[in-house]
């Protein structure tokens, strides 16, 4: 009788449990929230035929430590006609045509990454010429953003958890977050040293953040690393150049300078620069440190943008 | 005898346990962060509304370019009709020697195949 009792019991305890766990008083009767944000994906514009002016300022056949310019800023007349377009459509949308972005982890943090060129002091040497572009952009040069992060990779771009919630709506991604609170007209991407061992993941993120630049009428300059995390396969990069290439885009390919740097111009870590804390051009060591070489080339980027895409000088 | 009692009683405490889960919305938002910091992607997928589940990369591999990321002071509530939960607290992660700090706020939560599941952020 008490087995019977005690079953019983077991039984009815475990027919209002089965109950409870399948009801839900506080269930909504409405259709599931759809995602508020989510980020545009396609790109608005067509690679166009129409022809591009001559280019650079920089003498054909220019190098840096041997490597040739014209393989290091890479912008070759048909990205020239295709930014030009999304530089219009961007000054369409009121972008700042004097304001640029940048999006990466810690390899383009201040104070390192360019930030010398607004606080000074800094000294050109046999590169004044590129003064006219500090000028222009002054300002963005010690602005670090709201898209550059420690340990920031791809797929974070699009996450809201890592944009900042003092500057940032919620369920803005960072990049939406950047784009929104700068207006730039160019945004260098540096990403890729976090990203090691998924390619396909890094390849069709890095594709939705150039789509996305691209629809906000924004000149997305993407740049590759020194590390190679990946090992010798340097996969990561050839993904850049490749994505680059593709998506018609200038391309700073920084690698390419850096191969010709003792320990690819990194530290011990293998992944930051050597530092140039002198910022003098006309020292001995200018070129042969990481960030020296790094600000420099980054440098003759956007002048290459500027003159070239927006007209500028 | 008692084994039985002992038995039944956990399978008692297991379902109390699942309801609490499925039926409080707070609790879901709660196991979808630690796995997110975690990168539990079982949890994760099972918890992402159907919404979101193009993200679900995103969402496992959120935190695996920092290192030690965990939670602390998390503290979820469901607000009206349980759509929304507030959390307070924050993700604390380390990249070399120094932390990185990720605040937790509010987010929407859709009530999908018989539980909460969390949807993205909102006000």
Redesign the interface.
Known sequence: MN?KL?FLL?FI??VA??F?????????ARA?????AATPASAIMAPTASQPRATANLPAGESLNGVPLDEIIVLPPAVIAQMRQVYQLGQAFGNDSRAFSRIG??TIENPHFLARFDESPYNLGPYADLQEVIDHFQGSFARQGLAV?????S??V?????AD?LYCE??ESLIACELREQRPSIVLIRLGS??VG?PE?FEKNLRRLVDYALAQGVIPVLGTKADRNEGESNINNEIIRRVAAESQVPLWDFDRAAQALPDHGLRE?GVHMSYFYEHDYTLPNALLTGHGLHNLTALMMLDRVWREVMDGG | MAARVLAALFLFSFLAACDQSMSDPAVAVERYLTAKVTGGRQTLQRLLCSAMQDEIEREVRSFSGVSQAHLEGMDCRKDGDGSIVRCRGKIVAAYGTEQSEFPLGAYRVAWEDGEWKWCGETR
């Open positions: 087995r005690l077991l305890l475990f449990a089965l409870v766990a399948l009801t839900n008083p506080g269930a909504p599931p929230t759809a995602r508020g982890d810690s992060q420690r340990g920031l990779h797929w974070s699009f996450d809201p958890m890592w919630p919620p369920d976090n990203d998924v993941s870590d």
